[in-house]
């Protein structure tokens, strides 16, 4: 699977895209079918302390491609929660595609 990293109003980090990184990797193992990631870091002006780091994730399948967003705090906790959302939305795509 190829990752690809963005940034907006944030500073690249290599902690950030490590986490991502397995994680995604995780997800591509569980579900051979994605062939990319696109993750977005970006950073909002919020008027709750809960919220305004923002972790956006893309992936291409075949078929249509699956979009998570969260945003808390920090990114690591938006990371696992649009990955969690991910793997959800990935396991009704697999299920779609048994019952074909």
Do not use: W
């Amino acid at each position: 699977m190829q990752i690809i990293f963005e940034y907006h109003d944030v500073k690249a980090s290599s902690t950030l895209e490590e986490t991502a990184k397995n994680k995604l990797e995780e997800l591509g193992t569980k579900f051979d079918m994605v062939i990319r990631a696109d993750v977005f870091f970006k950073t909002e002006n919020t008027t709750s302390n809960n919220t305004g780091k923002i972790c956006n994730i893309r992936l291409s399948l075949p078929g249509p491609r699956i979009f998570a967003e969260a945003s808390h705090d920090n990114f690591k906790d938006s990371i696992l929660e649009s990955i969690n959302d991910l793997e959800r939305q990935l396991r009704k795509v697999k299920e779609k595609m048994k019952n074909h």
